[in-house]
């Protein structure tokens, strides 16, 4: 249960960053990645990944 | 496409008097609009050293815009990610992305080099209301280092309420706010989504949610003494005839001014209107909407959309002398050249002011349009063959008014050739009978008289409105049949 980044289609705006409320989300080598450990597809948070609800790409923040 | 910055040693110019130009008759009815004349001193204060809000002051001083806040939380239809935002920025063209650091070093390096310096500016790609730490961090690395460079940054207005007692305590003085539309049935054709409250939304829903956190931010701003500008993009079948409406209730709620920008728009760009074929306006829609708004909020009319990463006086652009891999090491600050410079435009303003009231035109003129080549200083000083855009001024009986610019350097196009920007020129100034420039060869005055335009390069130095009010009591004299008094 995790989310990931498609990072070919990433524009790395940091959006999902900033909105993710387990912190999973961090830019490494100038990609920004999920750590699936840390992603509970906002479970307990929010109604929907905030990630795929913020990112401006469609289909860029998708189930793993 | 850069013409230079006046250097130092440029502000030696001679003044008017040295010129010994004759200036005419005596009356007050020119000048230009949103001078010191009819503003309250307080605002006056605020915008005389600001590019984007000053009509008057776009001839002298510098704003340089930095990218530092890529995260939005709107979608709108005129931008595409992968691009720029058109908000605050030509579509097309990728900025750099900074850190706060990055950011700060850089508007150092700017400052010590360039002493029109007077504005910093945080716009687009993306929001810098909504990527809040970034436009914070970065606005206070600066104001620690350089305490005379005022402060600015433009929004969609979705966050700003959440920051207005930050932007306040920062002495953030000017914000922008990008407003499209106040019918959310209109708003709901321009933006497909918002994401606000943990939930993307979209339609009727999220156009209300925008228009209403707009309007508060707008009315909370102004309530605390911060001058906003309202930028509208005018996209032609969807918000035109709207506009007048936006016009009316920014102006209600305290805006300062309201600035119609046109809808660039292109396949290219890959955004939802360049790809549905959506059209931006001709230069003539836009002047018609800009018209029908007059009386309204002040309109702005010096916009030229620069780029997020733009520096320089508006309309030109020095950004790429300035990226990262360029930055000096060591950065000494020169805020004595920023000093002296501003006192040299104190009294230039001084002058040039003297010389519009002394400009006084032939009773019942009709209006009449003219194009003026120029690099700043509110003064016919550039070469015909320099000119990438055009200041258009608009004569009458009521007096001499800066109405806008247009661009003829084929931006959009592609185009370089010396023959197509000439065809360029000629399409955007097919209504103004005049160009004024400090120069030109025979060959474009030539095609210029072709096509009904008469280009006059006699009165260059001078003032604008001094020259304008020249020309035209030459030609009623003309039409009078008395001599012409001046070549
Ligand atoms: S789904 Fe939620 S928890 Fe997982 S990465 Fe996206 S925002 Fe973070
Ligand atoms: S929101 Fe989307 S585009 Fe932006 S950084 Fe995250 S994955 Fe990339």
């Known amino acids: 249960m995790a989310f990931k980044i498609v990072t070919s289609q990433c524009t790395l705006c940091g959006a999902c960053e900033f909105e993710c409320p387990n912190a999973a989300i961090t830019l490494r080598n100038d990609i920004y990645v999920i750590d699936p450990a840390l992603c509970s597809e906002c479970e307990g948070h929010f109604e929907n990944p905030q990630c795929a609800e913020i990112c401006p790409v469609p289909a860029t923040c998708i189930p793993a | ?487």
């Open chain 2, 1 to 487: 496409m850069s013409a230079p910055l006046v250097p130092l040693s440029g502000l030696k110019i001679a003044t008017r008097k040295e010129m010994k130009k004759e200036g005419g008759c005596a009356a007050s009815s020119c000048g230009s609009k949103a001078g010191p004349a009819d503003m309250d001193p307080a605002t006056w204060a605020k915008v005389k050293d600001h590019p984007c809000y000053s009509e008057e002051a776009h001839h002298y001083f510098a704003r340089m815009h930095v990218a530092v806040a890529p995260a939005c939380n709107i979608q709108c239809n005129y931008c595409n990610r992968k691009y720029d935002c058109a908000n605050e920025s030509r579509p097309g063209v990728v900025s750099e992305r900074l850190t706060p650091e990055q950011a700060a070093r850089k508007v150092l390096a700017v400052a010590a080099e360039v002493p029109q310096l007077s504005v910093l500016g945080i716009a687009g790609p993306g929001d810098a209301a909504y990527d809040w730490r970034r436009t914070r961090a970065t606005f206070d690395l600066v104001a620690a280092r350089l305490p005379d460079i005022r402060l600015c940054m433009s929004s969609n207005g979705l966050a700003l309420p959440d920051h207005i007692d930050e932007i306040v305590a920062m002495n953030i003085d000017h914000v922008t706010i990008t407003i499209n539309a106040i019918d959310p049935e209109i708003g709901e054709k321009i933006y497909p989504w918002i994401f606000f409250g943990g939930k993307r939304r979209t339609g009727i829903e999220a156009a209300t949610i925008l228009r209403d956190r707009q309007l508060q931010s707008l009315e909370m701003l102004h309530q605390k003494g911060v001058l906003v500008k309202v930028n509208s993009v005018l996209i032609p079948g969807i918000n035109d005839e709207h506009l007048i409406e936006v016009n009316k209730a920014v102006k209600e709620r305290g805006a300062f001014l309201h600035n119609i920008m046109p809808l660039i728009s292109d396949p290219a760009h890959g955004t939802h209107f360049g790809l549905t074929g959506q059209r931006g306006p001709t230069a003539a829609e836009l002047k018609k909407v800009q018209d029908a708004c007059a009386g309204g909020a002040n309109l702005m009319r010096h916009c030229r959309q620069c780029r997020a990463d733009a520096v320089g006086l508006l309309g030109e652009d020095r950004g790429q002398e300035f990226t990262l891999d360029k930055l000096p090491e060591v950065i000494e600050d020169a805020p004595e050249a920023r000093e002296a410079y501003r006192a040299w435009v104190a009294e230039e303003r001084r002058d040039r002011a003297a010389a519009a009231a002394e400009a006084v035109l032939p009773a019942a003129e009709k209006p009449t349009l003219f194009a003026v080549c120029t690099r700043g200083s509110g003064r016919i000083n550039l070469h015909f063959g320099y000119a990438t855009e055009f200041q258009i001024y608009e004569a009458d009986a009521d007096g001499i008014r800066f109405v806008g610019h247009r661009r003829a350097d084929n931006y959009c196009l592609g185009g370089h050739g010396d023959s197509e920007r000439m065809d360029e020129i000629l399409r955007v100034l097919a209504d103004v009978p005049y160009v004024l420039c400090a120069k030109i060869g025979e060959g474009p005055r030539n095609r210029l008289a072709a096509a009904g335009i008469e280009a006059i390069d006699s009165l260059g130095q001078d003032y604008i409105e001094a020259a304008i009010a020249a020309v035209l009591s030459t030609r009623s004299a003309r039409k009078g049949g008395g001599a012409a008094r001046r070549a």
